[in-house]
């Protein structure tokens, strides 16, 4: 016969051989030197939730942050910074949500006159420079706002300022395609900008535009942003996928590296073959991506894509293509209308936010959309490595005098010459 | 063999099992504390030869923060509003504007995470602590905060609480909620938040801890040609920034309170920023 004693202690032999075992797991993973209180807290937290929505910007493509950005204090003071990869996204940052807010929250675009623009220019507010003209629809969505739906998110915008209008925060734009300004109306308080408190803080050197300065010649709005140009040196060479196309994901252009059917010319280009869809890649890194038939790479889940569920769409694929991250972006060119249900997307690459010109293009994707689908898309698959050494382009000041000769817009930029990379003035 | 002397079998091994590793693990957590207390002993030696004192009180144990990207639960915000204004009507002013009106107020909330909230008189009670009172209505709407580090304004007829939020428990050095009391009552409350929903979390692994980022202090203090003679605090902590409307980034931060004035290192980086600190 057993005791009480024992017969509990029988009960309880189950239940304590569980709790020893969770004990022993538990004191395993720290003795193993492995941070639990993380686990834990993430375990009874459910984790980290998927994203709601996938913005434009979640791809890290698209202009992540606009060319020059010129802040303009109620003295009339303009302070800009534009060449300064660091510097420029830290003052984008104080006021992108802020835009974004304002885009989609603007009321309809008024028609105004240049000179109301270039009073705006010279006014208390921040001006914006993306340097390649878009559909106001991206920029708006890449902040994170959807444009009302009065709104024309067709204005190809390149340029825009946030400015004061009876203490209220208001949006003037300049529509690249019609050479037409406008004025939208947002609810949004001027103050909540902080801009002088901003200004002072940010210290940026001390800038101007092209009409102040009477420039003939050079596009008025042509930031001079006196800060002291210094650029890294680069060097530059071709991503070689290997002869077994080890670098590349066939899965992102839907691919089956198992069913495609491989080819190899003698130059040493590799070409894939699935179905309809066809991937050729040579080794001086560029790559193209065709369809034939129908089919292709489905922009997204719906029937109907938007122009920035295309844009949306290109982007993760060249960014799951091209090495980015680190000094080297790729930002969004161009978008282009192509037959009529289709649009070509340009990509170009970016180092510490100076534009690269490749040897023949400028761009360093271009993708084609057509119906809801990618149906074509080339890359130059190009790496990019900083050096120690730093170049010196020749001054803002003496590039504005040349280009006043030829007319236009002076732009900096890297270019890429395939056995080396220097710096350039271009006109834009 | 009997199931009982099986499970006594086990058990015992059990037993033994959990003995040697917890053994190994208080022997790594001394281990652990010794080689700190190294490390905090050379860097009080470093600074001291550099004439700053590391204040006795500061302690240098405390973790990196990870980076936390947050997004906006429009559902979740209106329950929070609808808890204190009661049930609302809301209205997209589009650009991730809502405006909130309710039967005991009304809220308008912003993408950037700032918002105002206006309440009807006599709705919220300021009580014999107005501090907490403030905290609590915050509570509600999903943001937390130490009452008794509120700055306390008093006037004849009106009282301003200013709190300092938090974030699991971490200052949020640029998120300030003022609320205004008038006539005994909560009227107004205004501020900058961030949302509440994580969409990820960034890992610690490789991120500079207290003694590397008061090294890095020290280097900025020299390249700078800065001085100070004390360091009194040593705060991990958030800055809460919104780049994108409807998203925010819980940036980890290091606070650096010195004889000289107070220094923000990046938690990622260990390099000196300029935080905007805007109200």
Redesign the interface.
Known sequence: MLSKAQKIFRGMETPLIFLLLISAVYLLLRATVIDTSDYIEELFSGGADQPASSSVSSTGIVPSYPFAIVLTGDDGSHSAVKYNKEAKQRVFSLFSATLGEALGSAGEAETIKESDWTSALEGHGVFFDYLYPLPLEILSTHLGAAMPSHADGNLIIRRLILSEREEKLCLYLKDEAQNAYYRMDTPLNFSSLNLSQRITDLALPEADFAFQRKADGIDPCFVFSGEDISLPGLSSSPISTGSDGSTLSLSTFRMNAGAASVYSENDGTQIYVEGGKSLRVDSSGYLLFAVTGTGGIPVGDSETSTLSDRVYAAGVLVRNTLPTGGDVDVGLLSVEEAESDGCIIYFGYYVNGIPVKLQNTDWCAKVRISGENIVRAEFYLRSYAVQSTFLAPLPENHAAILAAEEGGEPLLVYTDRAEDVTWSWILN | MDK?KL??F??IM??L??IF??F??IS?EIDTARLRKNREDTLRQILLSNSIELNGDVRLDSRALPEVTL???LKSEEQAVASLIGKCETSD?????IYYDGAKGAARF???G?FEMVFNPDVIYAGSSPEYTAADAMKRLGFHSRPEDAEIQTGTEDQTIILNLTYRDKPVFNSRIACYFVNGSLNIVEGKAFFN?????GS?DKLPDACTILMRFLEYLKTNQLSCTEITAVDSGYFA???????CVMRPVWRISTDMGTFFMDGATGLSI?L?T?E
């Open positions: 009982y499970k006594n086990i058990l059990l037993v099992v959990n590793l917890l190994i693990v790594n997004t906006r639960s002013l589009g650009g991730s504007i912003r993408g950037t700032e929903k994580v969409v990820s979390k610690t920034e919104s780049t994108v409307v409807g998203e300029q905007d805007r």
